[in-house]
């Protein structure tokens, strides 16, 4: 039969229809209008045919599915907007139906009275997981690549194709509620466990295994739809349930501080659906997917989380006329905790790396870091003794420069003071090739001061890590005013070899992260010197959706680090450059009480012996006096954290350091956590729009100081009414962006 | 508008809320028929003349559902034509038929009305009529429901009462139990319960522990820790008071109100109802008010309905003479002292329900009864009854003799 362009369907003798979906020119079968109206053929066509007993649905490709085609949905959603102006109720109403096509669609094949098997051959994401589940019975490959999961919360909106009915249907509500708010993957052996599919088999026995399942007399009913159906977990309200929802609501608070609108409605559909029949409680599902489609969060979450996140990774800002050149030996001066991890990445990516120091031995030290974050990777589970042989094989530590020869590409990590930087750029340059590209991975100099230090300043570029390296998966590249494209190309191809997600920045101090990092904190130090007590500050930080509050951030760089940085400044830009206040509130920390930070265990918090927590350092209610906790507004300590940062990331727009939204978004999200559900520190102004942001910057300036003045950018924004993706509107050339979730 | 009076109150003992307690053998509605026959007994009741039968019960479910009171009138033999209805304003459930019923009476529908409450915990259990409020997230997230006791350690951590502080209130609330039972002060109101043989089941507060001390107390882990850790309630707590790092939790059985089961009864009526029926009002129903307040530190109402009532009465502080709190839990009775920098020689003076229980639904009718004898046996004037109740409500009456 070739009546279908993205599935085939072949009939056996036992008269079982092998549907298999093969989208002809994608890498990943996702489901598009298309592939729905083949599917919805498909359904009616078995249901139909009488020679036919039941059927197999199984991929084509490597992978089962990624699920719904979010640009479609995004596109979807643009298509809402402008529909909504024209006629609102009938723009609602088109998008309720849309939200619910998918889940109606399923539901059809699971009451269409014949059996439906789904053989789960790889990774079945979103809504075609949500089709397996719909399926009277599950197989899955016994295979590492095989990966289920339910993820759409991870970008802001929920799984709307009945997931949240038949999960809870399935297995019990806890593990139902944890996989469905926190978008879990499951190995083929945990989906077995909650009850979620029924058989895992070897590869090669998967769809003689799903049609066996239709020869022994599967049913087509659902276990819901039969009569006298109890729900695993037991009643809603029943001992049980009072134990679950309570706690389970508490819990949901804690992790998501209320900022998520799809997880708090994930829980509501899986509480009100499991109180009505099935079909009731698909509308219900149906009802709340509708609701937030429309929410701020999941149009932000989805462009920045998802569609700008893999257009970053695939290199979208990479030159394209630049051929891609693999790197087949990486240097890295100075094999400190830096470099040392850079090391690590570089190998974890199968390219040799050579790591130098001043010696043998701290050379060494510095590969010895892999090989204890190798160890805690295999107790993890996550890699092999042979993995770690591998990645050991693959970096040289040494102190001779020779060992440079040939390399690609040389990461300079020495100690940040320039003269040392120097040396080392010097005595790189003498082994390398005149093509091979020098990165600094400075934090605190500017890469156009430290090209002085080359001969080849096109070939001279910053690649700044962030620590741990082996976690954060953000890099900055910084172009100096002579880096060429090449440079830029060889540190994109780099950045994508490792597996992280790189931005562009011109040079500037501070760059873009770190000046941003500076506002949070200093703005936290500014709270404290006005008396705001210091848990307002930390809580305040979390509740606005920061992962680290900005005390304890500066505990984990340490104090004194930010009393060097504060001098240097001074003494590079003069007195003003530093607030004279935060100065003496430093200078008191370190200078009279030897509060370090962390590493010397006295920092804004104390750090006792484990187990016991952190916990704020009581002195600090003794420096200054406290505000009473009702004089103090949380909501404008939350504004005030995540406004001192967006500030930053719109100057840096305004002053061309960076210069794609995306890049400021995605790296504000992956480098410090900035408030995920904004879509990041631009997206947190294009959410509310730049007229009422520069309103309430506006509003904190008159309260706090010219530290909030919005830039002329927004100012201008503000009245032209424009979005950052607007005004620089990223170009989207050369990137394929079709993925799902 | 009619004044409100108090001819009578009366109360069960209170039995251990357990299955070995000696009221589990006890229906509920026959707690409340025997509080019923002690109205109607003691003073020569014509029960067709009763224009109403309150009863806050906070579980009606079970064989305490369908309006317990209207069963328990079957049971006492009641005539048919005495109404009867429940009412729940969870733990204030009590207090709240008083001052409905007294607001029946003042109004001009009522001459005369019984109005208490009644709770088994032993045979109905806690909770058991579920709800919206913990269960459904489009609720729990907006009201930012913790359990009570994790509320309670909040209002400890947030006011700043230590694991002492509460330990010696509830040591202290032992003591004056104990003394008040030796010396009869419970006399008036306390009916023993008797069964059908007329053997008596139960005469005293069975819950009391008076050999309680502070080295005993110590011994006991604090009990909400595992919900405010594990069930994330701490967080809750944070999120709404970012004020504070963590919560201590100091509240345990020893210092949190018992469970335990009973019932009580006041008889109301007007001065008009009083002269024909031969009774001597003992009190006036001076003044009653409710409040709706923050709900996650949620029992810190007694505070902000006192406020009110006081206000509303055009009284001043010092114009109470006595004070009764509900002692739900140590903390609360704390904060409510240190708002108003009162006493304790004026407050809960014959202790209360961590030492005696807490039988939900009825203590509201029981302490109101308490606070009455002791006006009359001090002498004194006006009292002022107030509860903490769950989800941020708060209900105070203020009484004062005739």
């Known amino acids: 039969m070739a009546d279908y362009k993205n599935f085939t369907v072949e009939t056996d003798a036992d008269g079982i229809a092998l549907v298999t979906w093969n989208m002809p020119d994608r890498s990943m079968n996702v489901f598009t209008e298309e592939v729905m109206d083949e599917l919805e053929k498909i359904v009616d066509k078995v249901a139909g045919d009488e020679a036919i007993k039941g059927a197999v649905i199984t991929s084509g490709k490597e992978t089962f599915s990624g699920g719904a085609d979010l640009t479609m949905l995004q596109k979807m959603l643009g298509l809402f907007e402008t529909e909504k102006k024209k006629d609102h109720d009938k723009a609602i109403r088109l998008l309720f139906d849309g939200a619910g096509r998918m889940s109606w669609l399923w539901r059809k094949l699971e009451t269409s009275g014949k059996p439906w098997v789904s053989a789960i051959n790889g990774t079945c994401m979103g809504g075609a997981f949500e089709l397996s589940l719909a399926c009277h019975g599950r197989v899955a490959a016994d295979s590492d690549k095989v990966k289920m999961a339910l993820p759409e919360v991870k970008v802001g909106i929920f799984p709307g194709a009945g997931g949240t009915q038949r999960v809870p249907r399935l297995a019990n509500t806890q593990e139902a509620l944890q996989m469905l708010t926190t978008g879990q993957s499951l190995s083929p052996k945990k989906a077995k466990s909650m009850g979620l599919i029924h058989e895992v088999v070897p590869p090669k026995k998967l769809v003689e295994a799903a049609k066996k399942m239709i020869k022994d007399g599967l049913k087509p009913v659902q276990p819901w739809d039969e009569k006298g159906f109890k729900l695993p977990g037991g009643p809603v309200y029943s001992a049980a349930g009072a134990n679950l929802w309570p706690p389970a609501i508490a819990i949901l608070r804690r992790e998501t501080y209320g900022n998520y609108p799809a997880a708090t409605a994930i829980l509501k559909c899986v509480y009100e659906g499991l109180l009505v029949p099935f079909d009731t409680a698909l509308t219900i599902e149906q009802r709340y997917f509708t609701e937030i489609m429309q929410t701020t969060e999941a149009k932000m979450m989805i462009r920045s989380l998802f569609v700008s996140l893999q257009e970053l990774n695939k290199g979208a800002r990479r030159p394209v006329d630049v051929p891609a050149r693999k790197l087949k030996k990486v240097g890295v001066l100075g094999a400190g905790f830096m470099g040392a991890g850079i090391a690590f990445v570089t190998a974890k990516a199968g390219i040799p790396v050579v790591l130098i120091d001043r010696d043998q031995e701290a050379a060494d030290k510095g590969k010895a870091h892999s090989a204890k974050l190798m160890d805690a990777l295999i107790k993890k589970g996550r890699a092999s003794e042979a993995d770690k042989e591998k990645l050991l094989s693959l970096i040289t530590a040494t102190p001779d420069y020779q060992e440079l020869d040939g390399a690609g590409l040389v990461i300079e990590a020495v100690f940040e003071d320039s003269a040392i930087k120097k040396e080392a750029t010097e005595k790189a340059e003498a082994v390398l090739k005149s093509s091979a590209i020098f990165a600094s991975n400075t934090s605190t100099i500017p890469i156009t001061s430290l090209a002085k230090n080359t001969k080849r300043p096109k070939n001279f570029i910053g690649i700044h890590f962030f620590s741990p390296v082996d976690k954060m998966m953000l890099v900055e590249i910084i172009m100096g005013k002579r880096t060429g494209d090449k440079a830029l190309a060889v540190a994109m191809d780099y950045v994508r070899a490792i597996r992280k997600t790189p931005i562009v920045v011109n040079d500037t101090r501070g760059f873009y992260v770190n000046r941003c990092v500076l506002r949070y904190m200093q703005e936290a130090f500014s709270m404290l010197i006005e008396g705001v007590p210091a848990p307002m500050i930390e809580n305040g930080a979390k509740m606005a959706g920061m992962p680290v509050g900005p005390l304890a951030l500066t505990d984990e760089t340490a104090i004194d680090l930010a009393q060097k940085i504060m001098k240097q400044t001074i003494r590079d830009l003069g007195e003003k450059a530093v607030d004279p206040r935060h100065m003496e509130l430093i200078d008191t920390m370190v200078d009279k009480h030897g509060r370090h930070g962390r590493k010397n265990g006295k920092g804004f918090y104390d750090y006792p012996e484990k187990p016991a927590k952190k916990h704020l350092w009581p002195g600090l209610k003794e420096l200054y006096r406290q505000k009473r906790a009702e004089a103090v507004d949380i909501e404008e300590v939350k504004q005030r954290l995540l406004v001192t940062i967006a500030l930053e990331a719109a100057r840096v727009m305004e002053e061309g350091i960076v210069t794609d939204p995306r890049e400021a978004d995605v790296g504000s999200i992956l480098a410090f956590g900035f408030a995920p559900y904004t879509g990041g520190a631009l997206s947190y102004i294009d959410g509310m729009g730049a007229a009422r942001f520069v309103a309430l910057a506006k509003r904190l300036q008159k309260k706090y100081g010219k530290g909030f003045k919005p830039p002329k950018l927004l100012v201008e924004m503000a009245e032209s009414g424009e979005t950052f993706y607007q005004r620089f509107a990223p170009e989207s050339a050369g990137e394929v962006r079709k993925k799902a979730a | ?402």
């Open chain 2, 1 to 402: 508008m009619a004044d409100a009076y108090v001819y009578d109150a009366v109360r069960t003992p209170r039995g251990r809320g357990k299955k070995d307690g000696s009221l589990h053998e006890v229906p509920a509605v026959r707690l409340g028929a025997k509080v019923l026959e002690a109205v109607r007994d003691r003073n020569g009741l014509d029960t067709a003349k009763v224009d109403d039968i309150i009863f806050g019960c906070v579980d009606p479910v079970g064989e305490a559902g369908s309006v317990i009171p209207r069963s328990a009138a079957f049971e006492a033999r009641y005539d048919n034509a005495a109404p009867g209805m429940q009412i729940s304003r969870f733990c204030a459930s009590g207090l709240d038929a008083i001052n409905f019923g007294a607001a029946k009476i003042a109004g001009g529908s009522d001459e005369i009305v019984i109005a208490g409450g009644v709770e088994s915990m032993s045979r109905v259990g806690m909770g058991m009529s579920g709800g919206a409020w913990f269960m459904d997230p489009s609720v729990g997230l907006p009201a930012y429901f913790m359990p009570q006791g994790v509320s309670a350690d909040l209002i400890a951590t947030k006011y700043g009462f230590s694991r002492d502080d509460v330990d010696a209130y509830a040591v202290e609330s032992q003591k004056r139990a104990k003394k008040a039972w030796d010396k009869g002060y419970f006399k008036k109101s306390v009916i023993p319960i008797k069964d059908q043989n007329g053997l008596t089941i139960l005469d005293h507060d069975e819950h009391m522990r008076p050999t309680t001390d502070m080295q005993s107390l110590a011994s006991l882990n604090p009990s909400f820790v595992m919900p405010g850790e594990m069930g994330g309630f701490d967080a809750v707590a944070v999120q709404r008071y970012p004020e504070i790092e963590g919560v201590n939790h100091v509240h345990h059985a020893g210092n949190s109100s018992g469970i335990v089961d009973g019932a009580a009864a006041v008889l109301l009526g007007s001065r008009k109802a009083g002269k024909t029926l031969d009774m001597k009002p003992r009190a006036k129903i001076r003044a009653f008010t409710n409040i709706g307040s923050e709900p996650a530190i949620m029992l810190t109402g007694p505070v902000d309905v006192t406020e009110k009532l006081l206000k509303k009465a055009n009284m001043k502080l010092s114009d109470i003479n006595l004070f009764e709190l509900n002692e739900a839990f140590a903390s609360v009775v704390l904060r409510y002292m240190q708002a108003f920098d009162i006493d304790h020689d004026k407050l809960n003076v014959n202790g209360g329900a961590i030492a005696m229980g807490h039988p939900l639904g009825a203590t509201g009718a029981m302490i109101f009864g308490t606070v009455l004898d002791e006006l009359e046996r001090r002498d004194l004037n006006t009292a002022l009854v107030t509860l903490c109740i769950g989800a941020g409500m708060g209900t105070a009456t203020i009484i004062e003799r005739v």
